[in-house]
């Protein structure tokens, strides 16, 4: 096993300082954004891909499931990859896949083609995410890991936001071929860059065989379960025998792939990283609070366009101020991470971001723009005391040697828990909604006065009946939107408690990390 190389990146024999460092690392950080973009672009674009391909709504989704289901598969492959091929090589010929994978979806004039595309495009994403955060971390000097784990960390919570902003102006006034076609030239950029600034410093290799058996289940236990996530909502949850079967799979094949992996002499995926108690906290932490985050932002824009009256854009600039007040703080936040304990920062984040949570939930349909946006602005400076020292105390926790695979296992938890909330929120949303309806029905003008003034007022029986039961399915939405952040606040705070189970960490990431 080759040790981790701790030397700073150099080229020519000379060290990668200033403008060259910087370079490498933005090539890095934008390869990880394409890769987290390409997540929620497509959300607001289904309508005009299904339209256009002749396809329904429903089957128009797949181009996000099928995106899902095979970056979630790659994602826990990575450390085994790195290993075996190299990390940077793997990270270029991963970039240079998603540039094709991205113009054959550009190109696509069946749903059927797209979909195949978009499996072709997840697996070659599912990769870039951990390898970008640790090849970060393998060119930084110590003293600036938290300025390179910060910069990774603003791309993957700005992109998700920027996703259905981009998605949705792109099909507004162009294409919806363009929201592929638009990573074409930054993956062909990142791969030659990254290929070049990188390659004389690849780590030695292992050659262990592989893990056949480990993989198989790997692919039919996720894939069972982000097909069970996805599909829930549509299909009525255990009330359908497809969502029941996927939910045996993935359960039976779960319970498989742990006895498999914790026996295999060379793992597909190394579940022993666990044993490090600071590394499974810090994960637990990262998996609670990604899920309430993502689930508050996907609730958002779902809120804001169906029952305010909000266009995909506007909603998205709404939610957008979130990303921009987190990148104002994130440089404080990394600063922070090198001098104090990072289990103080990732409490107050998460935290704060319950308090700010717990603000939204009195909500009122009444609420103008700067209503709604002034508290996901206040959220925007807990998120990177959040993610930058979490993410960095994961790390640390680890040995060098584990520093892929750990990587890999963290954004594929992280992954799988954001699609989980979202599969959640989306479901309960719709009852909560359904529920409060009914119980409003029963209390609302029992004397019939307002139907009554509504009539004097020259509405006619039926429109008078549909404004009033316009009133009350607002009022409903409101009601539940409320309920919902207020159990996301509870999970803030417990995503907050969860961090002090961790031990105090003795160090801080080393340069090189991400070794084999």
């Not at 190299?86 to 190109?107: I, T």
């Not at 099909?171 to 990254?194: E, K, M, Q, R, T």
């Not at 289940?217 to 069972?224: C, D, E, K, Q, S």
């Not at 190394?270 to 637990?284: I, N, P, Q």
Request: proline share 5%; net charge neutral.
């Amino acid at each position: 096993m080759a040790e981790a190389n701790s030397a700073p990146l150099t080229i020519g024999g000379k060290p990668l300082t200033g403008g060259m460092l910087w370079l490498a690392a933005l090539v890095l950080a934008a390869a990880n954004f394409v890769a987290v973009l390409d997540m929620t672009i497509a959300n607001v674009s289904v309508p005009s891909i299904a339209g256009n391909l002749g396809a329904t709504t429903s089957q128009g989704t797949w181009v996000i499931t099928s995106y899902a289901v095979a970056e979630a598969i790659s994602v826990p492959l990575t450390g085994w990859l790195a290993a075996r091929f190299g990390a940077v090589r793997v990270f270029s010929v991963a970039m240079g896949l998603f540039g094709l994978a991205s113009l054959l979806c550009g190109l696509a004039n069946s749903l059927g083609f797209l979909v195949f595309a978009r499996i072709l495009q997840g697996f070659a994403g599912g990769p870039l995410m951990p390898l970008s955060q640790t090849l970060l971390l393998r060119i930084f000097p110590p003293r600036m890991a938290p300025a390179a784990i910060g910069l990774w960390s603003m791309t993957t919570l700005i992109a998700p936001v920027l996703g259905p902003i981009v998605g949705g102006w792109i099909c507004d006034n162009y294409s919806w071929h363009w929201i592929f076609l638009i990573n074409i030239p930054v993956a062909i950029g990142c791969a030659f860059a990254a290929w070049n600034l990188l390659r004389r410093y690849e780590l030695a290799l292992r050659r262990n065989p592989i893990d056949t058996v480990g993989l198989g289940l790997l692919i039919v236990w996720v894939g069972a379960l982000q097909l069970m996530l996805d599909e829930g909502k549509n299909l009525d949850w255990f009330a359908s025998p497809t969502i029941v079967v996927l939910a045996v799979v993935a359960a039976v094949g779960f319970a498989a792939f742990l006895i498999w992996e914790l026996h295999e002499e060379h793992p597909i995926v190394d579940l022993r990283v666990f044993r490090h108690r600071g590394f499974t906290m810090s994960v637990l932490t990262i998996s609670l609070t990604f899920a309430a985050f993502f689930a508050a932002n996907v609730l958002t824009p779902l809120w804001l366009q169906s029952f305010m009256g909000y266009t995909a854009t506007d909603s998205g600039m709404v939610t957008a101020w979130t990303g921009l007040f987190a990148l104002c703080v994130a440089p404080m936040a990394a600063g922070l991470s090198a001098k104090v304990d990072p289990r103080r920062l990732i409490f107050a984040g998460v935290l704060w971001l319950g308090l700010m949570t717990f603000w939204r939930t009195v909500a009122t349909t009444d609420m103008g723009y700067w209503d709604i946006a002034l508290p996901l602005m206040f959220m925007g400076f807990g998120l990177p005391f959040f993610f930058i020292p979490t993410t960095g105390l994961a790390l640390a926790s680890v040995e060098a040697q584990e520093m892929d695979n750990a990587a890999g296992l963290m954004n594929f938890l992280r992954t799988l828990s954001g699609a989980a909330a979202v599969s959640l929120v989306n479901t309960a949303w719709e009852d909560g909604t359904t529920r409060q309806h009914a119980e409003l029905v029963g209390l609302t003008d029992r004397s019939g006065e307002v139907l009554q003034g509504l009539k004097a007022s020259g509405m006619s029986p039926d429109a008078a009946l549909a404004a009033l039961d316009q009133l009350l399915t607002s009022q409903s939405v409101m009601l539940a939107t409320n309920q919902i952040m207020f159990t996301i606040a509870i999970c803030f705070v417990v995503g907050a408690c969860v961090i002090w189970l961790a031990p105090k960490p003795t160090r801080v990431v080393e340069p090189g990390a991400g070794g084999h």
